[in-house]
C-alpha cells in the first residue's frame, strides 16, 4: 500500500516570497505523483502531475515540482508567490501498473496562507 | 463540457434519515470514485468504480453504498445517517491518468 506525508499543515509567507511544500511517499512499487490545488469551498484541482521521464515538472500557475526517486519525495515550488495563491495543496500517489485502478492516495494537506 | 457535477451543493440531515448524493460526469470516463474530505484528514477513498457495472470497497466504506447507474452516473447512499458522516463529499472521474474532481456537497448530519 502507499502512503503520503505533507510535512508541513501550514505554511504562512509573505507575497513574492518563494515557497516550499514538501510531499514525501511510500511505495513498493513505480508510482505516479500528482499535486493538487483547493481554493475555499471549491473542488480539487489538478496543478501537476509526474509520470516519467524529466524529474522536474512545471504546472499551472508557476508551480513546479521535482520527483527525487531516491528520496521518495516530490517537493512543490514556487519562485514567487500572490495573494491568490492561498489555498489548500494536496499531495496524492498511484501506482502506475495495470489493474490498479490507479487509486488515488492523498496526504493531509498543507494549508498555503500568502500575507501581504 | 460541464466536467463533474454534483447535487446537492449543501444539505442538512437528521440522525437515522437517509439521503444518496448523486454525481455526473460528460467526458466519457471509465472510473468514478467518491471521497470525503474532514478537516485535518486529506481526502479518504469511500467507493470507486472501475467502469459500468463494477464498484469496490475503498478506505472508509461502512455506512454507505453507491450504484454506477451507466457510464455517466455515479450516486453515493447513505441509509441511516450518523453525526459521524458529517463531511464534504467529492466524485471524481478518471482521464487518462489524472481524476478530474466535482464541486462537492456538505453534508451536515444532526
Known amino acids: 500500500a502507499q502512503s503520503v506525508t505533507q510535512l508541513d499543515s501550514q505554511v504562512p509567507v509573505f507575497e513574492e516570497a518563494p515557497v516550499e511544500l514538501r510531499c514525501n511517499y511510500s511505495?513498493?512499487?513505480?508510482?505516479?505523483l500528482f499535486w493538487y490545488v483547493q481554493y475555499p469551498n471549491q473542488g480539487l484541482q489538478l496543478l501537476l502531475k509526474?509520470?516519467?521521464?524529466?524529474?522536474l515538472v512545471k504546472g499551472i500557475n508557476g508551480f513546479e515540482a521535482e520527483f527525487n526517486k531516491s528520496q521518495t519525495s516530490f517537493h512543490l515550488r514556487k519562485p514567487s508567490v500572490h495573494i491568490s495563491d492561498t489555498a489548500e495543496y494536496f499531495c496524492?500517489?498511484?501506482?502506475?501498473?495495470?489493474?490498479?485502478?490507479?487509486?488515488?492516495?492523498f496526504g493531509k494537506g498543507t494549508l498555503l496562507t500568502v500575507n501581504p | 463540457n460541464a466536467g463533474v457535477t454534483q447535487t446537492p451543493k449543501f444539505q442538512v440531515l437528521k440522525t437515522g434519515q437517509s439521503m444518496t448524493l448523486q454525481c455526473a460526469q460528460d467526458m466519457n470516463h471509465n472510473s468514478m470514485y467518491w471521497y470525503r474530505q474532514d478537516p485535518g484528514m486529506g481526502l479518504r477513498l469511500i467507493y470507486y468504480?472501475?467502469?459500468?457495472?463494477?464498484?469496490d470497497k475503498g478506505e472508509v466504506p461502512n455506512g454507505y453504498n453507491v450504484s454506477r447507474l451507466n457510464k455517466r452516473e455515479f450516486s453515493l447512499r447513505l441509509e441511516s445517517a450518523a453525526p459521524s458522516q458529517t463531511s464534504v463529499y467529492f466524485c471524481a472521474s478518471r482521464g487518462l491518468y489524472e481524476q478530474y474532481f466535482g464541486p462537492g456537497t456538505r453534508l451536515t448530519v444532526t
Open positions: 496524492a500517489v498511484s501506482k502506475n501498473s495495470g489493474g490498479s485502478n490507479y487509486k488515488l492516495t
Open positions: 509526474y509520470l516519467s521521464g524529466s524529474t
Open positions: 511505495s513498493s512499487v513505480s508510482v505516479y
Open positions: 468504480s472501475a467502469s459500468e457495472g463494477t464498484t
